[in-house]
């Protein structure tokens, strides 16, 4: 792969079908904030100008892409599209049983009613709310076990997605009966999105085989995570991608994978493994929830631009775009003295709003006051993971995702602009308090009024 040389990382594609965006003036954006209860989650796309919200399921598609759904066999058994997937699967990650299934967390579900049992611990560097999720509806422990230097959002580190390792040794050493799976998220969501390095994985590996755990990698950013390996760990500049990422896979016993992030599908997601006793039970499992072990609760169609979309996440020029616009993105609020978790991390942008907006205490909802101040601003929508999300939570961001291969640099540019604005009068923005609660989840049905 030739490197790019000139200083303007140019979006790899060009664009042939558009989609309108919402404009909408601050009267609108005012009267849509206040029907909804303050709760972004309640409002409608067509009042959204920039949707930042998630990365997941939010991609745009390829040519090829679009052309492949038109090859989907929508036999019920044994489709020629799973043939194809199963066999870019096979070459991708190496494991030999592949179970399409419609999204991630429905290869996590499988994963915890079949091979956890009530009190069994699993470890991660930092579980996903639904892999934690359904972890504890089994009856068992989702502990995470994170570097230090996760929690610090200005601590600069490359991998700030690895797994303490010393407390992984400790946890084996004191709980090995309890253990009854190893993961590591690729790249740590929960924590910046940021990716664990291939001495990570290896390490993690490596004591996972001498204890006798199955270890296996929720892998929804595996080509964002082999991206940054490539680009920051020493002796993999020259590795292709592909390369990269299947030593990521061979370290491991098994993968969930949600196909709606690095898949660059709208739906769909995988659970692969080599352990052929728990593959039987997975598939036993999925019969009873997603259909068929060929089609996994999806389309064959699905599963054609899922096979594309695998191979198209590692390409060379769109993943260097990808993390450099990401990157942009960062470089430019801070240059705003906007604080943002560093380094930035593979698909979104994380703001602290904790210490944007330190007028506000905690249970007044930082995060929460700065995403409904930007929406408010420029109809830009992203998601609180705070105090709001998580009512233990010890940081208060803002996180802006970015969707693949959808917004253009000026899209970006017009984000920035409105955090300009907003920061600006940073010391003006309310805190919020709430005014209905639901029982759980409460973030994304809550209503909430601003506290003048
Ligand atoms: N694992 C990780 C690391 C995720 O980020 C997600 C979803 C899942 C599993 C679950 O996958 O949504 O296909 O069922 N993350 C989305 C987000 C929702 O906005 O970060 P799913």
Redesign the pocket.
């Known amino acids: 792969m030739q490197e790019w040389e000139f200083r303007t990382i140019i979006e790899p594609f060009r664009i042939k079908m558009v989609e309108d965006i919402p404009l909408l003036t601050r009267e609108q954006r005012e009267a849509a904030l206040e029907r909804t209860g303050y709760n972004l989650f309640r409002l409608l796309a067509s009042e959204v100008t920039i949707d930042l919200?998630?990365?997941?399921?939010t991609g745009a598609m390829s040519a090829n892409q679009w052309a492949a759904l038109t090859l989907g066999d929508e036999s019920y058994a044994g489709s020629r599209s799973f043939q194809r997937l199963e066999a870019v699967v096979h070459r991708l990650t190496g494991f030999r049983h592949v179970l399409p299934v419609?999204?991630?967390?429905?290869?996590?579900r499988i994963l915890a009613r079949t091979v956890l049992k009530p009190g069994a611990l699993i470890l991660n560097n930092t579980h996903?709310?639904?892999?934690r999720a359904n972890i504890e509806v089994a009856g068992a422990e989702a502990r995470d076990l994170p570097i230090p230097e996760a929690r610090v959002p200005e601590a600069e580190h490359p991998f700030k997605g690895d797994m303490d390792l010393d407390a992984l040794d400790r946890v084996i050493a004191e709980e090995r009966d309890r253990i009854a799976l190893i993961m590591l998220?690729?790249?740590?969501?929960?924590a910046g999105g940021q990716p664990v390095s291939m001495a990570n994985i290896e390490a993690v590996s490596e004591r996972a085989r001498a204890a006798g755990i199955p270890f296996f990698l929720?892998a929804?950013?595996f080509a964002e995570n082999a991206w940054f390996i490539h680009t920051r760990e020493p002796g993999y500049d020259h590795w292709d991608l592909t390369d990269i990422a299947r030593r990521m896979f061979s370290l491991a016993d098994g993968c969930?994978?949600?196909?709606?992030?690095d898949g660059i599908v709208n739906?769909?997601?995988l659970l692969c493994t080599n352990l052929d006793e728990w593959a039987t039970l997975f598939r036993n499992e999925l019969i009873l929830g997603e259909g068929f072990p060929t089609y996994g609760g999806l389309a064959g169609r699905d599963l054609e631009a899922m096979a594309v979309g695998l191979e198209e996440s590692l390409d060379h020029g769109y993943l260097q775009y990808r993390s450099r616009s990401i990157a942009y993105f960062a470089e430019h609020l801070e240059e705003l003295g906007v604080p943002v978790v560093r380094p930035p991390g593979g698909?979104?942008v994380f703001i602290d709003a904790g210490r944007l907006l330190p007028h506000i205490p905690k249970d007044r909802f930082p995060g929460h006051a700065l995403a409904a101040a930007m929406y408010l601003e420029g109809g830009v929508r992203g998601?609180e993971i705070g105090s709001l999300m998580f009512p233990e939570a010890k940081l208060e961001l803002l996180?802006l995702?970015v969707p693949r291969r959808v917004y253009t640099q000026a899209h970006i540019d017009y984000v920035i602009e409105v955090a300009e604005r907003v920061a600006a009068r940073a010391e003006r923005i309310p805190g919020y308090r709430l005014v209905e609660e639901p029982p759980f989840l409460r973030h994304f049905t809550a209503t909430l009024a601003p506290v003048r």
């Open positions: 919200l998630t990365d997941s399921g419609h999204q991630g967390r429905a290869a996590e996903f709310d639904t892999t998220t690729l790249t740590n969501n929960a929720d929804a950013r969930t994978m949600s196909a709606k992030k739906i769909g997601g698909h979104a998601v996180r995702a």
